[in-house]
């Protein structure tokens, strides 16, 4: 009786385990989802970190001075949905173009599109007011929950950062300098929106955990449906 021929792996297949990337994406969404129920909830009966809210803005507006209110001006319009979805566009945009697909400016679109319209809705939902206005060192308007700023500008720097490692970006050192700014960033515009007394902290928390939800959603969508996982097969070398 003769034995079958060993099964052939495709290739690229034993190096892009979709299934392995999906379920940790998987978790990573319902983790995100989780904390920010759980910060919803906190909001709602001002309990929890919700407790700190107005004590953490107010102690922040007492420490203000000249210099680190111009700054972090300059930060947080770095950090708003315009500036963000502009960056986005650009880069985006360039890439697409470097690589000769269509990928990442869909990517880019779904990505800034779908979290737009998850701020929106959820701060109609929710709506919080902002911190009093006596607090405010910039002009703010709208709800307060979740925070615009905190929200796009993590989606968008999650989303270009990974599109700059998967398609431009080569050699650990070059990639963790792109990281590092990365999450600095995030956290600068953040702590940016509570420092002016426009936000609570636990709005860009919620901002957050909103965004790398998903934008761990797109991307791993988007791997999955990118051949091979890499670069589209007109860019390769």
């Given at each position: 009786?003769?034995?079958?021929?060993?099964?052939?792996?495709?290739?690229?297949?034993?190096?892009?385990?979709?299934?392995?990337?999906?379920?940790?994406?998987?978790?990573?969404?319902?983790?995100?989802?989780?904390?920010?129920?759980?910060?919803?909830?906190?909001?709602?009966?001002?309990?929890?970190?919700?407790?700190?809210?107005?004590?953490?803005?107010?102690?922040?507006?007492?420490?203000?001075?000249?210099?680190?209110?111009?700054?972090?001006?300059?930060?947080?319009?770095?950090?708003?949905?315009?500036?963000?979805?502009?960056?986005?566009?650009?880069?985006?945009?360039?890439?697409?173009?470097?690589?000769?697909?269509?990928?990442?400016?869909?990517?880019?679109?779904?990505?800034?599109?779908?979290?737009?319209?998850?701020?929106?809705?959820?701060?109609?939902?929710?709506?919080?007011?902002?911190?009093?206005?006596?607090?405010?060192?910039?002009?703010?308007?709208?709800?307060?929950?979740?925070?615009?700023?905190?929200?796009?500008?993590?989606?968008?720097?999650?989303?270009?950062?990974?599109?700059?490692?998967?398609?431009?970006?080569?050699?650990?050192?070059?990639?963790?300098?792109?990281?590092?700014?990365?999450?600095?960033?995030?956290?600068?515009?953040?702590?940016?929106?509570v420092f002016l007394g426009v936000h609570y902290?636990?709005?860009?928390?919620?901002?957050?955990?909103?965004?790398?939800?998903?934008?761990?959603?797109?991307?791993?969508?988007?791997?999955?449906?990118?051949?091979?996982?890499?670069?589209?097969?007109?860019?390769?070398?």
């Amino acid at each position: 009786m003769k034995s079958r021929p060993p099964t052939e792996t495709p290739a690229g297949h034993s190096r892009n385990p979709y299934w392995l990337v999906a379920t940790v994406g998987l978790v990573v969404v319902l983790a995100m989802i989780a904390a920010f129920a759980a910060l919803l909830e906190q909001v709602g009966h001002g309990t929890g970190l919700a407790r700190y809210d107005l004590p953490a803005v107010a102690a922040l507006a007492t420490a203000r001075n000249r210099g680190a209110v111009i700054l972090l001006r300059i930060v947080t319009t770095i950090g708003s949905p315009v500036a963000m979805t502009l960056i986005a566009v650009a880069v985006c945009g360039w890439i697409a173009w470097r690589v000769r697909g269509v990928t990442p400016l869909v990517i880019g679109t779904v990505g800034v599109g779908g979290i737009g319209a998850i701020d929106t809705a959820t701060k109609d939902g929710v709506a919080r007011a902002r911190p009093p206005v006596w607090l405010h060192a910039v002009e703010a308007g709208g709800y307060s929950f979740p925070s615009g700023h905190a929200i796009f500008s993590a989606l968008v720097v999650l989303l270009c950062a990974t599109l700059l490692t998967r398609w431009v970006v080569r050699g650990r050192g070059p990639r963790g300098v792109l990281w590092v700014s990365s999450v600095v960033l995030v956290l600068a515009v953040g702590f940016s929106r509570v420092f002016l007394g426009v936000h609570y902290p636990t709005d860009v928390l919620a901002g957050w955990a909103l965004a790398i939800a998903w934008g761990t959603a797109v991307l791993v969508t988007s791997g999955l449906l990118i051949p091979g996982g890499h670069l589209p097969s007109s860019a390769r070398r």
